[in-house]
Structures are given as C-alpha cells and as structure tokens.
C-alpha cells in the first residue's frame, strides 16, 4: 500500500533546514534577544513567518518520503506514531499529577495555549526523534 499523504524525498531536506531556523528565530524574538527595536506590527510578523518556518519544517522533515519506502519503512513510522502518542500521554499525565498536587495550573489563556502547544510540539518532535534514531540504529545494524 502506498501512502497518499506523503512528500517527494527533497522536502525532507528542506525541513531540516526550515526547522532550527524557525525555532531560533521564534524563540530569540519571544525572549527579546531580537526585534526589540521594531515596531508591534513587524514584531509580529517575524513572529508568525518564524512559528509558520519551525511548524512547515517539522511538517516537511516527518512527512516527507524517504530514499526507499518499503513496509519496513512504513512499520517504524507506526511504532514511533505509538511511542510519540505514549509519550505525549505520560506528559499530560506528569503535567496534571503536578498541577493536582502543587495546586498551580498555567495562567490565563495564553498560559494554557503554551501548555497545548508544547504537548503538540512533544508529538511530533518524540515521533521524529523515535523515527530518525531507529532509522539509523536499522542501518547501523544492516551494515554489519
């Protein structure tokens, strides 16, 4: 079965590059490390072309098609679908077990939607995580 919903193999590329970029970015500019002379608006772009560049590079870099896609290929995607979904579970788990006992939950709407956000950020990041790493321990193993 072939899947419909991947990328040709060249996006992965692209995602790898798009990705770190993307985070330093967002995160120099959420910080104030950068863009504390610009005015809201442009604050705000480069805000939003930083978050969109780190999102379409992890979209790109999980999504895309590798060299060989075989059903070896397509079984290490859905164990690292499982181990991410495990992953993100045990995390919400840790979060709320310390949220019951420090009586403490994130402030206001923006502080729930960073909550939210990081766990769906811990999804994809565990899935390519858990993907790449048996990807190369299979190599690793074929080549001896």
């Given amino acids: 079965m072939k899947p419909f919903y991947l990328l040709p193999n060249r996006f992965k590329?692209?995602?790898f590059y798009l990705f770190?970029?993307?985070i330093?970015?967002?995160?120099a500019t959420q910080l104030g490390w950068m863009g504390s002379g610009l005015s809201?608006?442009?604050r705000v772009a480069i805000l939003s072309l930083s978050f969109f560049s780190f999102l379409f590079g992890l979209y790109f870099s999980i999504?895309?098609?590798e060299r060989i896609e075989d059903e070896c290929i397509q079984t290490i995607r859905l164990k690292s679908f499982q181990i991410s979904a495990i992953t993100q579970m045990l995390f919400f788990m840790i979060a709320f077990g310390a949220m019951f006992i420090?009586?403490?939950e994130p402030e206001g709407n923006g502080g729930l939607a960073a909550f939210f956000l990081a766990a769906?950020?811990?999804f994809w990041l565990s899935y390519l995580i858990a993907f790449n790493s048996t990807l190369i321990i299979n190599?690793?193993?074929a080549d001896d």
Avoid: A
Avoid at 24 to 27: G, L, S, V
């Fill in 40 to 42: 809201h608006s442009d």
């Fill in 20 to 22: 770190p970029v993307g």
């Fill in 13 to 15: 590329r692209i995602g």
């Fill in 63 to 65: 999504f895309s098609k």
């Fill in 102 to 104: 420090f009586n403490s």
């Fill in 120 to 122: 769906i950020v811990l």
């Fill in 139 to 141: 190599k690793y193993k």
């Fill in 24 to 27: 330093i970015f967002w995160m």
